[in-house]
């Protein structure tokens, strides 16, 4: 089952207060970003967040899963409490690297 862009839409709401949201189209599911930097990855209408050290604190009592094949385990973040999937959002943000540009071939 895919993600409906209407669930990308409710994810990308849900964290507005994060800074500049936008979200990408990848593999059939969706990447969301802040600030030009992924900071979610939504498959399966769930939002899978990296298991890293500066949302740790957040995720606590957080279920984790694994959103694709051959994917390391990830958070899974309750996008339906705001507030915290605000918070993780600008945690990721900041220890998150822009993309490297694609070389031109």
Same mark, same amino acid.
């Given at each position: $089952?895919?993600?409906?862009?209407?669930?990308?839409?409710?994810?990308?709401?849900?964290?507005? +207060?994060? +800074? %500049?949201?936008?979200?990408? =189209? $990848?593999?059939?599911?969706? $990447?969301?970003?802040?600030?030009?930097? &992924? @900071?979610?990855?939504?498959? %399966?209408?769930? !939002?899978?967040? =990296?298991?890293?050290?500066?949302?740790?604190?957040? $995720?606590?009592?957080?279920?984790?899963?694994? &959103?694709?094949?051959?994917?390391?385990?990830?958070?899974?973040?309750?996008?339906? %409490?705001?507030?915290?999937?605000?918070? !993780?959002?600008?945690?990721?943000?900041? @220890?998150? &690297?822009?993309?490297? &540009? =694609?070389?031109?071939?």
């Amino acid at each position: $089952m895919a993600t409906d862009k209407e669930f990308i839409e409710y994810v990308c709401e849900q964290i507005r +207060g994060a +800074g %500049d949201v936008t979200y990408k =189209k $990848m593999f059939g599911e969706y $990447m969301a970003y802040v600030n030009l930097k &992924p @900071v979610l990855l939504v498959c %399966d209408n769930t !939002v899978f967040v =990296k298991q890293v050290d500066a949302i740790k604190e957040f $995720m606590t009592d957080a279920e984790t899963g694994i &959103p694709y094949k051959g994917a390391k385990e990830h958070y899974i973040l309750d996008i339906d %409490d705001s507030e915290l999937s605000e918070k !993780v959002a600008i945690a990721l943000e900041r @220890v998150t &690297p822009l993309p490297k &540009p =694609k070389k031109k071939k």
